[in-house]
């Protein structure tokens, strides 16, 4: 199977990646493609001397590939999508952009293209990573099985009906950066008590990582677990109570999500 990426940045090379780990296909059919030879460059060098491609030819790129992984950011769509027309005909396309509709991408592309959509998140580069798909009635049972064994060789994958992707967006799309922010605040709290820099950052992180794997593991709620560290007259219970002052943690990562989701919705009306 031949799989052709255009754009060849972090999402492209941590895809690829995973596509030649999971054994979906092995480095010699794989083609990229990037706006210079020079940046694609490091996707080639993933797969020392095992025959991945880079080309200019995008349309050459969509009539060789039997999967053409759209790793392009969505400005870019409305100068790529046109010169694919033809050469889409009947082709599947896995999309990774925020904000554009399969419909949107459709339209662009030939009528009998088939477009799946993801949401991947950056932790897919370490193979940690949480996506979700979804496609319309066009896309058959043995597309989505492919577009699964893809993104799950790269973290979790979740198959998703295309109205939940905007909030999909704001949770996982757009988490890790609330995560590192979320670190940074603990640091910065921590220095501010008077703990060196270095040390408040590796025992901020080790706290997220644990925390986050205690969870994976467990089978309680993050309350439930929350409420086992919490012993009565403690520490963590003097903590927590700030947290939880006036609903201030829960408001504030609504107000968070949604400003995120209102922003994928405009993306997806095509506000710039
Ligand atoms: N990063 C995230 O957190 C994240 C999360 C979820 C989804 N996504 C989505 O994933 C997609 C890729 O993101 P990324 O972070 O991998 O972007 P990136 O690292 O900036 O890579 C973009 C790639 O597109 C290439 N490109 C630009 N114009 C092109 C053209 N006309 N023809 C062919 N290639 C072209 C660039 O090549 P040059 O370097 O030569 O310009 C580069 O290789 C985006 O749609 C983004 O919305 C990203």
């Known amino acids: 199977m031949t799989i052709g990426f255009i754009g060849a940045g972090k999402m492209a090379r941590a895809l ?5 780990r999971a054994g979906v296909a092995s480095a010699k059919d794989l083609v990229c493609s990037s706006r210079s030879e020079k940046s694609g460059q490091p996707f080639l060098d ?3 001397g095992a025959g991945a491609r880079w080309t200019s030819d995008t349309v050459q790129l969509v009539r060789e590939s039997d999967l053409v992984i759209l ?3 969505p400005q870019v769509f409305p100068e790529v999508l046109p010169l694919l027309r ?3 005909a009947g082709k599947l396309f896995l999309s990774l952009a925020a904000g554009l509709t399969t419909g ?3 339209a662009g592309l030939h009528p009998t293209a088939r477009i799946v959509r993801a949401m991947p998140n950056t932790p897919m580069q370490i193979g940690a990573g949480a996506s979700v798909y979804a496609g319309g009635p066009a896309i058959t049972a043995a597309d989505f099985a492919l577009i699964d064994r893809i993104l799950a060789s790269t973290g979790k994958a979740w198959r998703v009906d295309e109205s939940q992707i905007d909030t999909i967006t704001a949770l996982s799309g757009s988490g890790p950066a609330y995560v590192f922010h979320f670190m940074d605040a603990l640091i910065q709290a921590a220095v501010g ?3 060196p820099e ?3 950052r590796e025992l901020a992180l080790q706290t997220v990582l644990g925390s986050a794997q205690l969870a994976a593991q467990s089978s309680l709620t993050p309350l439930e677990l929350a409420a086992q560290v919490k012993s009565p007259r403690g520490t963590t219970l003097a903590g927590c109570a700030v947290l939880e002052e006036h609903d201030a943690l829960n408001t504030l990562m609504a107000r968070c999500l949604a400003a995120a989701k209102t922003r994928a919705e405009e993306l997806a009306r095509g506000d710039s």
Do not use: C, D, Q, T
């Open 71 to 73: 790793a392009i950011k």
């Open 86 to 88: 033809e050469a889409s």
């Open 16 to 20: 690829a990646a995973g596509i030649v």
């Open 46 to 48: 993933l797969f020392p």
């Open 198 to 200: 270095k040390l408040a």
């Open 193 to 195: 008590l008077g703990l």
């Open 104 to 106: 949107k991408i459709g």
